[in-house]
């Protein structure tokens, strides 16, 4: 009887005795007591969960492993989640140690690498004799931004490679000189025959402007000395920079001149927090244009000129992109945004293309296409329900079991979530749509919602949209939005986003439940209700839907009433939201949203905007449009 009722659950495991021994093994694991894991490891052998005790004693000390022990691990439970963790973190260590050698065998059980993952296993590709890897990872050599060790490790590798061009170097130099990265660019300008001084640097560094005023301008040497001046005194002081670019340009080669104009431009466009909004930070981006962009840079463009409406340097802004990045919906979006601004047909008419082409899909940019050609979307996809035999397969699926397994023992969070995200990934990759859906249905039946969410969201031909958007405690939603004059479904598209319906969810920052309410905010929100507040309130499930859509009320008619506002609001603060409203004309609130300087809050605006849209359909609020939610940004009103 036991056995048929695990089946049925989807366990794979002889006994639940078994999986339960899998927290006093992790308890053995986390006080290093590898004797006891051996034992676990014997008692366990035949369990679902099985492969943990060995899996924690090998990562123990993984450093000292040799490459043929990680190689039977893997072969003996081929393509699981643990197999592919431990052998990604081998190769990292293996890196970190120059012990290229013994990483080389593990490298084809790495088939998910995270960025720092693909550094490593690219460093092992090159010191195994494939010097073309280096053609794939540009945006490594280019970037400026902070970037694991392991790909500025990469990018230290790739300066003696002969694959690398005067000119990459030439670009690598001048963004590091730029981004103040003094020991970076000694290297790299060494590799040109350029010798900077450290304590030159650093003089400059002390005070740029004065440097600037008497800077000699004659050689490579003093070029470069010029663009790191110019980066520090824009880093410190925009607007100096500005004033002073041109003068500093004067008299140096074109392509200086650029990269001058480049760095006070990139400078001020990935500083909009500190400085806000400028459109002569644009129309340096416009002088800098003829040198080769980044990846990094020019998305800033991008970004810049959508802010400003400056169509034409927003085309030139994405043409100077990777093939890949241009490719993107949010940059085919813009391509056709921008194109049908033109006079000629025939950019109309690519316009409309590409709006076709975006529109078959219903993520935000999808949406967004749909308004543009004055389509409706009203219709989602009938609900497909899994088949018995989905169901079956669902059972006899090892890592979704061991995931359900992980869950029913209670076992940390980051262990569970890692099973599921890896057997919703093999489904994936297979085209499973029917295991996706099973293991949807089963979560959702569960109250597993956040799971659910993540398997149905991946489902490429069958969909159930139930199970992609959750609403859980609809009552409570509705009831509560609407006597907070709020719209359900943005309520819903926010709490999907904000907690996935997790009740107890807790973020890195404290804030807690469905609607992800900071402790301070609970407080300010009861004062304003009339109660008085219990910190415990916030995991009740019905006052934590009260206070949210009473918070989101609240914003909202503090921020001209605009749903796209009070929602950046809600993730980055009321005031910052306000600092982003325009100053001297309103703007269409899709060019507000791509121009959010966080990237965390511009994904989640956009997220919710797009999860509202779905749930005003499945609240049969009738025929939605993206563009109606996201009406005009009004220029600011300093209250």
């Not at 090998?58 to 197999?83: G, V």
């Not at 092992?124 to 990872?137: I, M, Q, T, W």
Request: hydrophobic fraction near 40%; charge should be neutral.
């Amino acid at each position: 009887m036991l056995a048929l009722s695990l089946a049925s659950t989807g366990c794979m495991s002889l006994s639940h005795a078994a999986d339960e021994q899998f927290n006093d093994a992790l308890r053995a694991a986390n006080s290093g007591n590898i004797g006891l894991l051996q034992q676990y490891q014997s008692s366990m052998q035949n369990d679902v969960l099985g492969y943990y005790p060995e899996y924690w004693a090998l990562n123990s000390n993984l450093a000292a492993q040799s490459s043929s022990q990680i190689t039977s691990f893997a072969q003996r439970y081929p393509q699981s989640a643990m197999t592919e963790k431990l052998a990604a973190d081998y190769v990292e260590e293996k890196v970190k140690q120059a012990d290229f050698a013994s990483a080389q065998p593990v490298l084809p059980y790495v088939t998910n690498a995270d960025q720092a993952e693909s550094c490593a296993v690219a460093q092992v590709r090159a010191k195994s004799g494939d010097p073309l890897v280096f053609a794939e990872f540009k945006d490594v050599w280019l970037t400026t931004n902070s970037q694991p060790e392991l790909c500025t490790g990469l990018g230290r590798m790739m300066l003696s490679s002969p694959l690398m061009t005067e000119q990459d170097r030439q670009q690598r130099v001048w963004g590091q000189l730029r981004a103040g990265q003094s020991g970076q660019a000694l290297a790299t300008a060494q590799t040109l025959g350029i010798n900077l001084s450290l304590a030159q640097l650093n003089q400059i560094q002390a005070n740029p402007l004065n440097y600037l005023w008497s800077a000699p301008k004659a050689s490579s040497v003093d070029q470069a000395y010029l663009i790191f001046a110019m980066g520090r005194l824009a880093d410190s002081d925009l607007n100096s920079a500005l004033s002073a670019v041109q003068r500093a340009a004067q008299g140096t080669p074109v392509q200086v001149q650029k990269a001058l104009y480049r760095a006070v431009g990139y400078i001020g466009g990935t500083t909009v927090m500190k400085n806000n909004f400028n459109r002569e930070v644009l129309n340096y981006l416009d002088a800098s244009y003829g040198l080769p962009f980044s990846s990094e840079e020019a998305e800033i463009y991008a970004r810049q000129a959508i802010r400003f409406s400056a169509w034409e340097s927003l085309i030139r802004a994405i043409d100077a992109m990777s093939v890949t990045q241009k490719q993107e919906d949010r940059w085919q979006y813009w391509l056709a945004r921008a194109s049908e601004q033109r006079g000629d047909a025939s950019s109309k008419r690519a316009a409309q293309q590409i709006f076709k082409k975006l529109a078959e899909g219903d993520d935000y940019h999808n949406l967004l296409a749909k308004d543009q050609l004055g389509q409706k979307y009203s219709n989602l996809p009938n609900n497909v329900q899994p088949s018995n035999h989905d169901l079956q397969q669902l059972n006899q699926d090892i890592h979704f079991s061991r995931a359900f397994a992980l869950r029913r023992v209670d076992a940390p969070e980051n262990y569970i979530n890692r099973e599921w995200n890896w057997a919703v990934r093999q489904a994936y990759l297979k085209h499973d749509d029917g295991l996706l859906l099973a293991a949807a249905k089963r979560a959702t039946d569960m109250g597993w919602y956040d799971r659910a969410i993540y398997a149905a969201d991946r489902t490429e031909n069958k969909h159930n949209y139930a199970y992609r958007y959750a609403m859980p405690h609809q009552n409570y939603v509705v009831s509560h939005s609407r006597n907070a004059g709020v719209d359900p479904a943005w309520a819903y598209g926010l709490m999907r986003q904000e907690s996935r319906f997790v009740t107890n969810a807790r973020s890195h920052v404290g804030a807690g439940g469905l609607m992800q309410i900071m402790p301070d905010t609970a407080k300010l929100i009861a004062r304003q209700m009339g109660e008085s507040y219990n910190p415990a309130a916030l995991t009740d499930m019905n006052t934590n839907i009260r206070y949210g859509t009473f918070y989101l009320s609240m914003i909202q008619s503090q921020l001209s009433n605009s749903p796209v506002l009070a929602t950046a609001g809600y993730n980055a603060g009321p005031n910052r939201a306000r600092r982003w409203q325009p100053e001297t004309q309103a703007i269409a609130a899709d060019q507000y949203t791509e121009s959010i300087p966080l990237t965390e809050t511009r994904d989640y605006v956009k997220h919710v905007m797009t999860n509202a849209t779905h749930y005003g359909v499945l609240l049969g609020q009738g025929a939605q449009s993206l563009e109606k939610r996201m009406n005009i940004i009004p220029l600011r009103n300093n209250p």
